[in-house]
């Protein structure tokens, strides 16, 4: 490596080489180098000569975006090192399929093989470290590029290597709080850090996408609510919910790329509470307020015992079915409302209404979809294709709007936004807690479990799921202090009679895919898919988006020309792209697929065939029973079932092979046997 560093301090670099070939390459680079004065006049054709027969015997590209083109001459008396970076990424043939961006060449007499062969070695270890090369494609220059080599060898440290596979966050300190001020140590470096990277274009589409995807499900569950509730809690008070918590969740948490929302299980308890209120004849805000204190107070008390630790027995199996669950209740819900549609026509709604509902619907899922993928697109330039991708939500739900104002003669109904700020049905802000009987006060802990349960359940699955290794985070986890600073937040809107929040999966995992830069890996059988390079954890997105369904308040009549047709496009774009990267869909498909022409991934390879269909089944079956019960009168029981995944997956290890287990089973895919699914 200090063979590396030597050759980027003596300047032998060249960025963003526009060349379209190797051949163009070879030459383009070695007149440059004999321009530097890296190379004589006279061994300058002797090199091209050398590397261009080197080529056309067999191809340097040897995957991870990099070639490494190389010649070992007599005439040159000392090994050479040249890094280049091209303007594009050029398909040299490399056998992951990844378009090569970075040539590294290498010269010397041939006396010096031991040393060109730790060179080489030191090459490919660092081009295979994705944060590396993430810098390395966005260096603009010497300084630059060596403060990614530094980073580099900063993380392979012998001790920094330790802490990355032996991570502490889940680890039980023992101590009351321990875990919290670890994760305040573990996140603070990083603080400023959160806003400053925030400041990109990739950031800016992230925000305009998150914003209407946490805005329609904030008005979509607040009308439910207010429906479930009598219009004591409503969509103003989701609306305000999500940009109060949102913003001081993206302040203060430590992972600020989760996101909090109205999720499905917490209105379903909200309208179960509300309906034992009406039967008790007890006043329901005043209840639901003494149930969230109580409910606060369990989860501060999880969150001091360092209780998420428990999360260590959660594993991709857990992790895979409730993201699965999640992902099928937003299409679900989707399609159920474009269905609902046909099935309530009337004066105002006919078959128009309901055609164009579903055109719009469609339309925007397709958009959206073609639009998401269009950086992997033969067409236009790599920062037009970028600029579309990171955008394309957006593009597509204001397309849609504009074709139903400009078809104004069709009915549609518009997303529910209130006229005016003020409470659903006109009541006070403030809950009158006393007004509930002294009774209720302390009957209300017994509930308030539940809700302890699902918040803490629903929390940490979903910041394992955002925190999963396939995402390449890097700045730390805080699973003790975001469950705290949750537990804080759902004692305040208890007070005033606002809906409780949790991290909600889908528009988490939306958040976190909207900001990573990814690449395109081509399998051996020409299937395609993306795999994520780097992800730009930031706090500013989280921050935006929550200040702008804040000021959303404001801009109410013009929130009420978007057509909830285009809302439910949205929901089924969230729902199908959540479902990206979910090995359990992945094997699912495996059931439809001729033997002969499965992909060859990691626990294929070590899996037998039936093991897998079998451990897929399970799945299967855990997800369908957490269907029935979240449909049912048992819903409340829901977080109950969620827990039990644990123990089904440590008895699965009675009927299971512990090496098959641990393929099938694995917190990360193996580096070099990555699967070569569609992305």
Request: include cysteine; charge should be negative; hydrophobic fraction near 50%.
């Amino acid at each position: 490596m200090n063979r590396l560093r030597d050759a980027f301090e003596q300047g032998h670099t060249l960025l963003d080489l526009k060349a379209s070939d190797m051949a163009s390459a070879i030459r383009e680079t070695v007149q440059q180098m004999v321009v530097d004065g890296n190379l004589t006049e006279q061994a300058a054709e002797q090199v091209v000569t050398a590397l261009l027969q080197r080529e056309q015997e067999a191809p340097t590209a040897i995957g991870h975006a990099m070639a490494i083109p190389h010649a070992y001459l007599d005439g040159i008396e000392e090994q050479i090192v040249q890094f280049v970076r091209l303007a594009r990424p050029v398909n040299l043939g490399a056998p992951d399929g990844i378009p090569t961006q970075f040539l590294f060449f290498l010269m010397g007499p041939p006396s010096a093989a031991a040393q060109h062969l730790d060179t080489l070695a030191s090459v490919a270890r660092l081009m295979s470290d994705d944060e590396f090369r993430y810098e390395a494609g966005n260096a603009h220059s010497l300084d630059d590029l060596l403060e990614a080599l530094d980073h580099f060898t900063q993380r392979t440290l012998p001790e920094a290597v330790a802490v990355e596979k032996r991570p502490d966050s889940l680890t039980y300190t023992g101590k009351l709080g321990g875990g919290m001020r670890q994760d305040v140590a573990r996140r603070w470096p990083h603080y400023f850090s959160d806003f400053r990277d925030g400041l990109h274009a990739k950031c800016a589409g992230s925000t305009l996408f998150l914003f209407f995807a946490c805005l329609a499900p904030a008005v979509t569950f607040g009308g439910v609510m207010a429906v479930q509730t009598d219009g004591q809690i409503g969509a103003v008070e989701m609306i305000v919910a999500s940009a109060f918590c949102g913003v001081i969740f993206a302040l203060f948490s430590g992972q600020p790329l989760v996101i909090l929302g109205g999720t499905g299980p917490l209105l379903v308890f909200t309208a179960i509470l509300y309906r034992l209120c009406a039967d008790l004849s007890i006043p329901f805000l005043s209840s639901y307020g003494w149930v969230g204190l109580w409910s606060a107070g369990f989860i501060l008390i999880l969150a001091m015992t360092d209780a998420s630790c428990l999360m260590r027995y959660f594993t991709r199996f857990t992790d895979e079915i409730f993201s699965a669950l999640i992902s099928i209740i937003f299409i679900y819900e989707a399609i159920k409302a474009l269905v609902h549609i046909f099935a309530d026509l009337d004066v105002k709604k006919h078959h128009d209404t309901a055609l164009l509902s579903v055109l719009l619907a469609l339309g925007t899922f397709y958009i959206a979809m073609s639009l998401s993928r269009f950086r992997r697109s033969h067409y236009l330039l790599p920062k037009i294709r970028e600029f579309l991708a990171d955008f394309g939500p957006a593009i597509a739900l204001g397309t849609m709007t504009v074709i139903s104002v400009w078809l104004h003669e069709v009915f549609l109904d518009a997303l529910p936004a209130p006229d005016t700020f003020g409470t659903t049905s006109g009541r006070p802000w403030s809950v009158e807690l006393l007004a509930a009987p002294v009774w209720v006060r302390f009957a209300a802990a017994g509930p308030a479990l539940f809700v302890a349960v699902l918040v803490f359940l629903d929390q940490n699955i979903t910041a394992r799921i955002v925190n999963s290794p396939d995402h390449r985070l890097h700045k730390g986890e805080a699973y003790h202090l975001d469950l705290g600073l949750v537990g804080l937040l759902i004692a305040v809107c208890s007070l005033f009679g606002l809906p409780w929040l949790v991290a909600a999966t889908v528009r988490s995992l939306n958040h976190v895919r909207s900001l990573a830069t990814v690449e395109e890996v081509v399998s051996s059988n020409g299937e395609t898919r993306e795999r994520v390079v780097h992800i730009r954890e930031n706090r500013l997105t989280g921050l935006t988006i929550h200040v702008l369904i804040g000021l959303s308040l404001l801009l109410l009549p013009l929130l009420k020309t978007i057509p909830m047709a285009v809302l439910y496009g949205l929901f089924l774009f969230m729902g199908v792209v959540s479902m990206s990267g979910n090995q359990f869909f992945e094997r699912l498909g495996l059931w439809l697929k001729d033997p002969t022409l499965y992909p060859v991934t990691h626990y294929i390879r070590r899996v037998p065939r039936w093991t897998i269909h079998s451990f897929t089944l399970l799945q299967l079956a855990c997800l369908g029973i957490l269907w029935f019960v979240k449909s049912s009168d048992i819903g409340i029981l829901f977080p109950v079932f969620i827990a039990l995944l644990v123990p089904v997956r440590l008895l699965a290890g009675r009927y299971f092979a512990a090496e098959h287990l641990a393929a099938l089973d694995a917190e990360e895919e193996p580096e070099e046997e990555e699967t070569h699914w569609a992305g």
